[in-house]
Structure formats: structure tokens, C-alpha cells
């Protein structure tokens, strides 16, 4: 006896986007969320072209967009004395970019659900796992309230976030490769007059500070500050103050964007962050979004990510005739060796972007470079929204170019950079042979 044929654990991207996918193949879906919609949660939330279009194939982003966002065709990345602004490359015809708080965000992905056929539960916590000679079966949950029940399906999907209940239930908590991050964040939301900036997305570094100003629904702007790790202390202690402090002292370019704005909401943080990849397939189960893999949100790839591949885990389940224990297991098992193929080097080029390394003269050379190309800005860009690889724009006959330079400039702590440039090109080589020995144990081609 089956209540459904696949049951989700959280409904936010990740889950929304394969109910979305099963249940427009005409599967019988089930999403259960601890939450109820519309309903905040810690997340910074700028979504690139290759994001948007992921709403756009789900059917989303119609909906997405009526929360009214501003576009953001451009993005600028600036350094002291220095600043870069450039468009994207578009994807499916999407070419800019969109900052959407989470409340609105999964209520729309909710409601495309709902829409598509599937059935969400909220205030409902899964309490524990269902099984059945050696597979997962189905959960018991608990309605807010008091009511407890089970719930049966032949396949039980985990999107229920870095602290999932699934992934600790099937004993797949503990990541197979993991880095802590480098950065913490904390941001906050301000009312922006500033309409000619709010098609910008804008970010800044100095010394090893680094903040961002995202325009999005509301007529509010985002402001993520993402300062090293080692200063959580100080924002633990008094948040408002050293958020404050640290757009007004440390990054006096952020701080020039916001004159005339004002904050609207308290300071939110999240800290001691670690990226990571779990085992994400087993007999009966999957593991899709946060529950699964983790990247640093430095670069703004999880919800581009939790909406691809909890779609093409819809996908791929709903292409199956039946959901017999041998083809869910083979289709679960492929499903998460195309994840990784794709977000192993993404992985590594966000650990090496989120760490609070301050700013040098190899960051000056970049910075100038994009400056004075913007089809160079644009090739960079494109790398968020995964249209390019890092490697095939962080090539290394431009790395040369910039260390040449820099060492040809005055001033210049030459020994520094040389150590710098040779520690980064062993991390390289090193990434690379083990994104490799990954591939190569899936059986696919290596990137060269």
C-alpha cells in the first residue's frame, strides 16, 4: 500500500522543483514542510540568468517576477581605485539578474506546485523514516498541533536543509568532502531611493572585507557583508553596532551607495559555515538542495542549484515506467553522479572565492582587466550563471599576464605575490586532479 509514489521533505526550491517536475508527469506527489508559507528564512537570495532560467522551465518565474524585484542587467565588482561593471551572457534568452526574498520566492515555488498537481502539506515535521526489507518506504510525521501519522511511497526525497532530518535518518549526515568557509554573513534589508542604482548589482572588497548591495522586491535593497570568519566574534557580541561599523569604516564605497538609504530590519547572520557533499542517493532516498551539497554563498549558487537538480531529480524519477527498487536506485545513483559532474569545480572555485584573503596586486591586474574589456567582465559573469567553467576563464596565460604586470609595478611586495601566485597554481592542479579522479571513477570524460 502506497499513499503516493515519491514523498518530499521540505518544500522550499529544492522541493518545489521536483514535486513541480513529477507531478506535471502525472505522479502522485506528496511535499510536507515544518513551515507555513509565505515564510522567511536565512538566505541571501540573488539568482543569476542560469538561475532565472531555472524558474523559467519550471514554470515559476512569472509569478517569481510579480513580486517585483528590479531587473539587474549589470553587475559592477569594485576595489579601491578601481571598479568594473558589466551585462551577462543571457541564458534561455534571460540576461539579467534578480534579487527575490525568500518569503515570496517559496510561496510562488509553493503555488507552482500546487498548480502542477502536487499536494503540499505544511506545518507538518517528519518525525521518522518508514521501511521495508532494506529500503526506505515512506515517513511518520507530526502535524503542528499534535496529529502523527504515516505516509508511504516507494521513493522519499530529503529537501529539507543543511541540518536535514532524512540525511541524518538514512545515516548520510557526515559529508564525504567538506571546507569550512572562510566568510560569514550577515546582512540586513534597506529602503533604497535610489532608482538609477537599482539595476546594479554591486559588490566591493577592501583589505579583506567584502560586501554587497542587491536591489529586490519591496523597494528594499540587500546588504550582505561577508567579513573573515575570524571577526564572528565581534558581530556575535553586538551585531547592529559592527554591521554598521563595518560599512561606515572598512568599506567606504558600500557605504557612499547607501547615503540617503535607511535600514528597515535588524541584522541577520549565519557563521562557521561549511561546504560541503554528502552522500546524497541510496536504496529508496535522495538527498536534493542543502540537504545534499552545500557551496559557500560567496558565489550565489544554491538556489540556482536546488532548482536544477531537485528538477531533474523530478524529472528522472517521473521517467520512469514504474518505481520498482531496481530502476529508482539506478536513476537515484545517476542523478546524483550528474550533480556532482557539474558542481564539483564550482565547489572548489568557491572555496577559493569565499576565503577572506585580502585584497593584492594579482586582484588590481583582474580588476583593471575587466575594466578596460567588458566582454572580459562578461566572460567572468558568465561563470556564476554556469555557462563557462572557472578553468576556461581563469586560464593561465591570464593569470601570467596579471602576475607579469604586477610584478612589473612599483611597489609591488614581490616575494608575496611570487608565494601567492605559486600556492594558488599547486591548489589548482591539485582541484583538478581530484575533480578528475571523481569523473573518472563515474566514468566520464576529465576536464583538461
Not at 502506497?2 to 522550499?12: L, P, Q
Not at 518569503?103 to 518525525?127: H, I, N, P, Q, S
Not at 547607501?258 to 554528502?278: H, I, K
Amino acid at each position: 500500500m502506497t499513499d503516493a509514489d515519491v514523498v518530499i521533505v521540505g518544500a522550499r526550491c529544492a522541493g518545489s522543483a521536483a514535486a513541480i517536475a513529477l507531478a506535471r508527469a502525472g505522479r502522485k506527489v506528496i511535499a510536507v514542510d515544518s513551515a507555513r508559507f509565505p515564510s522567511p528564512t536565512i538566505s541571501t537570495h540573488l539568482m543569476w540568468p542560469g538561475g532565472l532560467a531555472e524558474l523559467a522551465r519550471l514554470g515559476a518565474l512569472d509569478r517569481v517576477a510579480a513580486l517585483g524585484a528590479p531587473r539587474l542587467p549589470l553587475a559592477s565588482v569594485e576595489i579601491p581605485g578601481v571598479r568594473a561593471v558589466g551585462g551577462y551572457s543571457a541564458v534561455d534568452g534571460i540576461s539579467y539578474a534578480l534579487c527575490v526574498r525568500r518569503a515570496g520566492l517559496d510561496l510562488a515555488l509553493v503555488e507552482t506546485a500546487r498548480a502542477a498537481g502536487a499536494e503540499v502539506r505544511e506545518g507538518t515535521r517528519v518525525t521518522g523514516l518508514l521501511s521495508a526489507e532494506g529500503r526506505v518506504a515512506g515517513v511518520e510525521v507530526n502535524e503542528r498541533g499534535g496529529r502523527s501519522y504515516a505516509l508511504r511511497a516507494p521513493v522519499v526525497v530529503g529537501a529539507d536543509g543543511r541540518r536535514s532530518t532524512v540525511a541524518r535518518l538514512v545515516g548520510a549526515a557526515d559529508p564525504y568532502l567538506s571546507r569550512r568557509d572562510g566568510r560569514a554573513c550577515y546582512y540586513a534589508y534597506f529602503a533604497d531611493p535610489h532608482e538609477p542604482l537599482r539595476a546594479v548589482a554591486s559588490q566591493w572588497r577592501q583589505g579583506a572585507e567584502l560586501g554587497t548591495a542587491f536591489p529586490c522586491d519591496g523597494g528594499l535593497t540587500l546588504v550582505l557583508l561577508m567579513p573573515p570568519d575570524a571577526r564572528t566574534t565581534d558581530f556575535r557580541k553586538y551585531p547592529e553596532k559592527e554591521y554598521d561599523r563595518t560599512i561606515d569604516e572598512l568599506l567606504p564605497g558600500l557605504g557612499e551607495r547607501l547615503r540617503g538609504c535607511a535600514r528597515r530590519s535588524r541584522v541577520f547572520g549565519a557563521a562557521g559555515l561549511e561546504s560541503y557533499f554528502r552522500v546524497s542517493a541510496g536504496p529508496g532516498w535522495a538527498l536534493v538542495g542543502d540537504a545534499g551539497h552545500f557551496k559557500d554563498p560567496v558565489t550565489a549558487q544554491g538556489i540556482r542549484d536546488a532548482l536544477r537538480f531537485g528538477r531533474l531529480l523530478g524529472e528522472s524519477l517521473a521517467g520512469l515506467p514504474d518505481l520498482s527498487a531496481g530502476g529508482v536506485d539506478a536513476v537515484l545513483a545517476q542523478w546524483e553522479r550528474r550533480r556532482d559532474r557539474e558542481c564539483l569545480e564550482a565547489f572548489y572555485w568557491t572555496d577559493r572565492t569565499g576565503r577572506a584573503d585580502p585584497v593584492g596586486p594579482l586582484d588590481v591586474e583582474m580588476h583593471r582587466a575587466l575594466r578596460a574589456d567588458p566582454a572580459l567582465m562578461t566572460r567572468f559573469l558568465d561563470i556564476y550563471s554556469r555557462i563557462i567553467r572557472p578553468a576556461e576563464a581563469l586560464t593561465t596565460p591570464r593569470l601570467a599576464g596579471w602576475t607579469a604586470r604586477a610584478l612589473l609595478r612599483s611597489g609591488t611586495d614581490r616575494p608575496a605575490l611570487l608565494r601567492f601566485v605559486a600556492r594558488t597554481v599547486r591548489e589548482l592542479q591539485q582541484e583538478r586532479k581530484q575533480v578528475n579522479r571523481r569523473l573518472l571513477r563515474y566514468g566520464h570524460e576529465t576536464h583538461r
